[in-house]
């Protein structure tokens, strides 16, 4: 697949649980649903949805950001189901460094069975497979212990901290860096 094929319509992905598949307006109240969770977003970039149209908002942008193709990302879904429970892509790409951010959420009742992780699998094969990317990056608030574990699991090294890089429940944050080369990615 030619990476302007991409553009024309974000290919879904599969994994052994799960089908990856494009985000719509039409998911704008799973994504709230998701997002309301204070759980869900202790570690996150933006505080926990109040609002509906949260959801709408992001689901739009998120639409925007593709058609833009500066990022992808992908809603999952379960089988034989339509609802997302979570979404998994890149929140950031720069195609002519050939460089991307990886990001991912999950609705709190499917934590701990390992579905992210299938899901992270199948959006870095995509990324090294038909994106040519060379390096793929993650930032994750200092104290996020289940998501840095993930991270390292899928091959990703810390590369460092970044003292208050994130400015989160009204104050800064320290950021662990992890990054995944390909050719780690290729002999890992």
Not at 142 to 150: K, R
């Amino acid at each position: 697949m030619a990476i302007e094929d991409v553009f024309v319509t974000l290919p879904v992905l599969t994994t052994g649980r799960l089908t990856l598949r494009r985000i719509t307006e039409a998911d704008a109240d799973a994504l709230f649903e998701i997002f309301a969770d204070d759980q869900v977003t202790e570690h996150y970039a933006w505080d926990t949805f109040t609002d509906p149209e949260q959801g709408r908002e992001l689901a739009v942008r998120t639409v925007e950001q593709y058609h833009r193709r500066e990022a992808m990302r992908w809603g999952l879904v379960l089988p034989g189901t339509d609802r997302i429970i979570g979404t998994c892509g890149y929140t950031r790409w720069a195609r002519d460094n050939r460089f991307a951010v990886v990001g991912y959420d999950l609705a709190r009742k499917h934590w701990r069975r390992g579905l992210m992780s299938e899901a992270v699998a199948a959006v870095l094969r995509f990324g090294f497979d038909h994106l040519a990317l060379n390096r793929v990056e993650a930032t994750v608030l200092v104290g996020n212990i289940a998501s840095a574990a993930l991270l390292t699991v899928a091959g990703f090294r810390l590369a460092g901290r970044l003292a208050q890089r994130a400015w989160h429940r009204n104050t800064f944050q320290d950021v662990h860096m992890f990054g995944l080369i390909r050719s780690a990615w290729l002999t890992g």
